[in-house]
């Protein structure tokens, strides 16, 4: 196991980003407009994914405190039956803390600051850090899964990361 626990915080990309799941941005994104023209719709911007008994989605609000920088990172966790995406309603940044798997553990984890105005789906089954707001308590919308069956898997980490800017 490497001696290095930090995990230093980079900034959103789409490519980055893209072996977690989606950013949900306009920019960039296929758009037409709606409603006698006087609405643009940005259109099919994550792929929300359910699956097991009885999936259905949920829309939530989620109110978060803030954390404070440099964090310490004991905990992730995924959702083996649906993504999770989080649209944030407050004009603030927050973090976006995933992983990728490794044999069923999570490996090193990535930190990516996600900017006002801009959100995140982290797609099925995929290691992530609890929601994780910035500079003042903030509310998010949040679609995910509900339906039968056990869509929630935390693991522990032996020693603690350090999430700090870079």
Not at 16 to 30: I, K, S, Y
Not at 59 to 80: C, D, K, Q
Not at 108 to 130: D, K, M, Y
Request: net charge negative; hydrophobic share 40%; glycine share 10%.
């Amino acid at each position: 196991m490497s001696g290095d626990r930090t995990v230093l915080i980079e900034p959103l990309t789409k490519t980055g980003f893209a072996p977690f799941g989606q950013v949900l941005t306009t920019e960039g994104a296929h758009h037409y407009p709606i409603n006698n023209g006087m609405t643009e719709r940005y259109h099919d911007l994550a792929n929300v994914a359910l699956a097991g008994e009885n999936a259905r989605p949920l829309i939530s609000i989620f109110r978060g405190r803030p954390y404070a920088l440099p964090l310490t990172l004991e905990m992730v966790e995924r959702h083996p039956l649906g993504s999770q995406a989080f649209m944030p309603l407050s004009p603030r940044p927050f973090l976006a803390i995933v992983a990728p798997d490794a044999d069923g553990t999570p490996a090193q984890p990535r930190a990516f600051l996600v900017p006002s105005g801009i959100g995140v789906n982290i797609g099925i089954n995929v290691w992530h850090g609890v929601l994780t707001a910035l500079e003042a308590q903030s509310d998010f919308l949040v679609v995910d899964r509900g339906g039968d069956g056990n869509n929630l898997e935390e693991h522990f980490f032996e020693r603690p990361y350090t999430v700090r800017m870079s």
